[in-house]
């Protein structure tokens, strides 16, 4: 599983700091999916220490190959859509959580470095995941309007789907 993340990582990336992002954001993503499923949260023990090392990475990447551009819109794309998201979150505390908050910082990072159009479909494409999977286990009976449904995979599932879309990062 991880040789084929990596592999994904360096198809999207090519060979540079940018990559090691990629490849340890997906290893992240499996932890993150499987564990929201299961217990509906999104454990800071995977999500901070992939924010550091992402950031670390994209930084190093700005320094070695002058994409500063992009690092400083991925930064700046990381806090609008954890900003939003937490405006979102407090507004309405039975909707996202604090995880889904931070979970969609990590993203921005992530999409905001291939591209402000990445970051809105990144978004956009998972929003409508979570949207039609509620819609799925309502109309199945599944679960009822109000029972609450793990929202950190649909959301990584957008991100995924704008990131193929877009194609290599390099």
Do not use: I, N
Not at 64 to 82: D, K
Not at 128 to 149: F, H, M, Q
């Amino acid at each position: 599983m991880l040789a084929a993340l990596l592999c994904g990582a360096v198809l999207l990336g090519g060979d540079r700091p940018a990559t090691l992002a990629y490849a340890w954001a997906a290893g992240a993503a499996v932890v993150l999916a499987q564990v929201d499923l299961a217990v509906h949260r999104l454990p800071d023990r995977v999500t901070y220490p992939a924010a550091a090392v992402c950031g670390a990475a994209l930084l190093a990447d700005a320094a070695l190959l002058g994409t500063w551009p992009a690092f400083l819109r991925a930064l700046l794309a990381a806090a609008v859509a954890g900003g939003v998201a937490l405006l979102a979150a407090l507004a309405g505390p039975s909707g996202l959580g604090l995880g889904d908050v931070k979970l969609l910082a990590l993203l921005g990072l992530l999409l905001g470095w291939a591209g402000w159009g990445v970051l809105l479909a990144g978004v956009f494409l998972g929003l409508l995941a979570g949207a039609g999977l509620s819609l799925v286990l309502v109309a199945t009976g599944r679960a009822g309007w109000r029972t609450p449904v793990a929202f950190g995979p649909p959301l990584l599932l957008g991100a995924v789907l704008a990131l193929l879309v877009e194609g290599p990062l390099a």
